[in-house]
Protein backbone atom coordinates (compact mmCIF):
# COMPACT_ATOMS: atom_id res chain seq x y z
CA UNK A 1 0.00 0.00 0.00
CA UNK A 2 2.87 2.36 0.94
CA UNK A 3 4.52 1.58 -2.18
CA UNK A 4 1.10 2.71 -4.42
CA UNK A 5 0.93 5.93 -2.34
CA UNK A 6 4.59 6.73 -3.12
CA UNK A 7 4.03 6.33 -6.84
CA UNK A 8 0.54 8.32 -6.83
CA UNK A 9 1.68 11.40 -4.02
CA UNK A 10 0.22 14.00 -6.04
CA UNK A 11 -3.12 12.20 -7.48
CA UNK A 12 -3.85 11.41 -3.14
CA UNK A 13 -3.34 15.20 -2.83
CA UNK A 14 -5.61 16.19 -5.24
CA UNK A 15 -8.09 13.63 -4.15
CA UNK A 16 -7.76 14.17 -0.42
CA UNK A 17 -7.43 18.34 -1.24
CA UNK A 18 -10.97 17.93 -3.16
CA UNK A 19 -12.44 16.12 -0.23
CA UNK A 20 -11.29 18.33 2.12
CA UNK A 21 -12.52 21.25 0.38
CA UNK A 22 -15.72 19.97 -0.67
CA UNK A 23 -16.24 19.49 3.36
CA UNK A 24 -15.38 23.21 3.86
CA UNK A 25 -17.09 24.91 1.03
CA UNK A 26 -19.96 22.65 1.97
CA UNK A 27 -20.40 23.31 5.38
CA UNK A 28 -20.10 26.99 5.28
CA UNK A 29 -22.36 27.08 2.20
CA UNK A 30 -25.17 25.58 4.50
CA UNK A 31 -24.97 22.21 2.13
CA UNK A 32 -23.60 19.48 4.90
CA UNK A 33 -26.68 17.55 6.33
CA UNK A 34 -26.87 18.66 10.26
CA UNK A 35 -30.11 16.97 11.65
CA UNK A 36 -27.83 13.83 12.74
CA UNK A 37 -25.72 16.56 14.97
CA UNK A 38 -25.49 16.64 18.78
CA UNK A 39 -26.09 20.35 19.48
CA UNK A 40 -25.16 21.69 22.57
CA UNK A 41 -24.90 25.58 22.62
CA UNK A 42 -22.12 25.52 25.70
CA UNK A 43 -20.52 23.63 23.79
CA UNK A 44 -20.74 25.92 20.08
CA UNK A 45 -20.03 28.84 22.05
CA UNK A 46 -16.77 27.17 23.38
CA UNK A 47 -15.55 26.37 20.09
CA UNK A 48 -13.94 29.91 19.10
CA UNK A 49 -12.21 29.76 22.30
CA UNK A 50 -10.55 26.05 21.79
CA UNK A 51 -9.84 26.77 18.34
CA UNK A 52 -8.26 30.17 19.15
CA UNK A 53 -5.93 28.41 21.61
CA UNK A 54 -5.61 25.65 19.17
CA UNK A 55 -3.95 27.94 17.16
CA UNK A 56 -1.58 29.02 19.86
CA UNK A 57 -0.21 25.85 20.25
CA UNK A 58 -0.19 24.92 16.60
CA UNK A 59 2.20 28.58 15.78
CA UNK A 60 4.70 26.51 18.67
CA UNK A 61 4.42 23.52 16.97
CA UNK A 62 5.16 24.50 13.39
CA UNK A 63 7.58 26.67 14.94
CA UNK A 64 9.53 24.34 17.02
CA UNK A 65 8.83 22.11 13.85
CA UNK A 66 10.95 24.26 11.63
CA UNK A 67 13.63 24.61 14.60
CA UNK A 68 14.24 21.24 15.18
CA UNK A 69 14.30 20.58 11.59
CA UNK A 70 17.35 23.37 10.89
CA UNK A 71 18.64 21.39 13.73
CA UNK A 72 18.68 18.06 12.10
CA UNK A 73 16.83 16.66 14.98
CA UNK A 74 14.00 14.73 12.34
CA UNK A 75 12.15 12.71 15.14
CA UNK A 76 11.37 16.17 17.26
CA UNK A 77 10.67 17.99 13.42
CA UNK A 78 8.58 15.07 12.39
CA UNK A 79 6.74 14.87 16.04
CA UNK A 80 6.12 18.70 15.85
CA UNK A 81 4.84 18.77 12.52
CA UNK A 82 2.41 15.65 13.31
CA UNK A 83 1.63 17.54 16.24
CA UNK A 84 0.93 20.47 14.49
CA UNK A 85 -1.30 18.56 11.92
CA UNK A 86 -3.55 17.25 14.29
CA UNK A 87 -4.36 20.24 16.09
CA UNK A 88 -5.04 21.63 12.17
CA UNK A 89 -7.75 18.78 11.88
CA UNK A 90 -9.04 19.59 15.31
CA UNK A 91 -9.46 23.05 14.76
CA UNK A 92 -11.26 22.25 10.91
CA UNK A 93 -13.33 19.86 12.48
CA UNK A 94 -14.65 21.90 15.60
CA UNK A 95 -15.07 24.81 12.92
CA UNK A 96 -16.75 22.54 10.39
CA UNK A 97 -19.73 21.51 13.45
CA UNK A 98 -19.95 24.61 14.31
CA UNK A 99 -20.57 26.62 10.88
CA UNK A 100 -22.51 23.84 10.06
CA UNK A 101 -25.02 24.38 12.78
CA UNK A 102 -24.82 28.04 12.85
CA UNK A 103 -23.61 29.14 10.09
CA UNK A 104 -20.60 32.19 9.55
CA UNK A 105 -20.03 34.30 11.97
CA UNK A 106 -21.31 37.71 11.97
CA UNK A 107 -18.54 40.72 12.25
CA UNK A 108 -20.39 42.73 15.73
CA UNK A 109 -18.09 45.95 15.41
CA UNK A 110 -18.27 48.92 13.25
CA UNK A 111 -18.69 48.76 9.82
CA UNK A 112 -15.72 50.66 8.98
CA UNK A 113 -13.77 48.18 11.38
CA UNK A 114 -15.67 45.33 9.39
CA UNK A 115 -14.73 46.73 5.75
CA UNK A 116 -11.31 47.68 6.27
CA UNK A 117 -9.43 45.55 8.94
CA UNK A 118 -11.65 42.42 9.51
CA UNK A 119 -12.84 41.54 6.14
CA UNK A 120 -9.31 41.41 4.39
CA UNK A 121 -7.32 39.72 7.88
CA UNK A 122 -10.23 37.24 7.12
CA UNK A 123 -9.58 37.40 3.36
CA UNK A 124 -6.46 36.68 3.73
CA UNK A 125 -6.76 34.25 6.53
CA UNK A 126 -8.84 32.44 4.47
CA UNK A 127 -6.94 31.80 1.50
CA UNK A 128 -3.66 30.59 2.80
CA UNK A 129 -5.86 28.18 5.24
CA UNK A 130 -7.41 26.94 1.48
CA UNK A 131 -3.73 27.63 -0.48
CA UNK A 132 -1.91 25.43 2.69
CA UNK A 133 -4.40 22.12 2.33
CA UNK A 134 -2.51 20.42 -0.75
CA UNK A 135 0.83 21.74 0.42
CA UNK A 136 0.03 19.63 3.79
CA UNK A 137 -1.62 16.82 2.49
CA UNK A 138 1.90 16.97 0.09
CA UNK A 139 4.53 17.40 2.42
CA UNK A 140 2.73 14.55 4.65
CA UNK A 141 2.34 12.05 2.05
CA UNK A 142 6.00 12.85 0.94
CA UNK A 143 7.03 12.19 4.48
CA UNK A 144 4.76 9.18 5.35
CA UNK A 145 6.11 6.99 2.23
CA UNK A 146 9.81 8.02 1.99
CA UNK A 147 12.18 7.21 4.68
CA UNK A 148 13.67 10.56 6.22
CA UNK A 149 16.99 10.02 3.81
CA UNK A 150 15.61 10.49 1.23
CA UNK A 151 12.93 13.40 1.74
CA UNK A 152 15.97 15.67 1.43
CA UNK A 153 16.03 14.76 -2.86
CA UNK A 154 12.07 15.53 -3.10
CA UNK A 155 10.58 18.81 -2.60
CA UNK A 156 9.58 17.92 0.63
CA UNK A 157 12.26 20.35 1.98
CA UNK A 158 10.99 23.29 -0.40
CA UNK A 159 7.43 22.63 0.00
CA UNK A 160 7.61 22.20 3.58
CA UNK A 161 8.90 25.79 4.61
CA UNK A 162 6.44 27.31 2.28
CA UNK A 163 3.83 25.24 3.69
CA UNK A 164 5.00 26.01 7.00
CA UNK A 165 5.26 29.74 6.62
CA UNK A 166 1.82 29.81 4.95
CA UNK A 167 0.20 28.65 7.58
CA UNK A 168 1.99 30.88 10.43
CA UNK A 169 0.76 33.20 8.80
CA UNK A 170 -2.79 31.55 8.53
CA UNK A 171 -2.99 30.24 12.11
CA UNK A 172 -1.99 33.45 13.23
CA UNK A 173 -4.42 35.83 11.29
CA UNK A 174 -7.22 33.24 12.42
CA UNK A 175 -6.41 34.57 16.00
CA UNK A 176 -6.68 38.33 14.86
CA UNK A 177 -9.97 37.60 13.93
CA UNK A 178 -10.75 35.84 16.83
CA UNK A 179 -9.84 39.27 18.89
CA UNK A 180 -11.78 41.02 16.79
CA UNK A 181 -14.88 38.63 16.73
CA UNK A 182 -14.81 37.79 20.35
CA UNK A 183 -12.33 40.09 21.93
CA UNK A 184 -11.88 43.38 20.94
CA UNK A 185 -16.02 43.57 19.61
Avoid at 12 to 28: D, E, I, K, Q, R
Avoid at 45 to 66: E, F, M, Q, R, T
Avoid at 96 to 125: D, N
Avoid at 175 to 183: D, K, R, S, T
Amino acid sequence: MQLQVREHVPALTGVLTVVSLALVFGAVLGYLPTGALPRSAAFLDLIPHVNAVISAVAIVLIGSGWYWIRRGRVDRHRAAMLAGFALFATFLALYLYRVSIEGPSEFPGPAAVETYLYLPVLAIHVTLAIVCIPLLYYVLLLAATRPWPELSATNHPRVGRIAAALWLVSFALGIVVYLLLYAVY
